[in-house]
């Protein structure tokens, strides 16, 4: 086998290798990213909720002091 064929071979096999391994390593870090992302999103969701909560019960206490006062004045 003459050696230009080998030496093309071996670098196609090299070649192949570090792209497949290149390909691993970005994925790894794209899914973390992702994971990393999910969870701001999670503890943002839940500060919605609570916001949300908050809102009410402000509402209601407002509610409340709009009716003490109605009734004071009477």
Do not use: C, P, W
Request: aromatic share 2%; hydrophobic share 40%.
């Amino acid at each position: 086998m003459n050696t230009e064929v080998i030496v093309a071979i071996l670098s196609l096999v090299g070649t192949a290798f570090g792209s497949l391994l290149g390909i691993m390593t970005a994925n790894r870090l794209t899914n973390y990213r992702i994971e990393q992302l999910e969870e701001k999103v999670k503890q943002h969701n839940n500060l919605v909720e609570r916001m949300i909560k908050v809102e009410e019960s402000t509402k209601s206490a407002h509610h409340r002091i709009d009716e003490m006062i109605l009734e004071k004045e009477e």
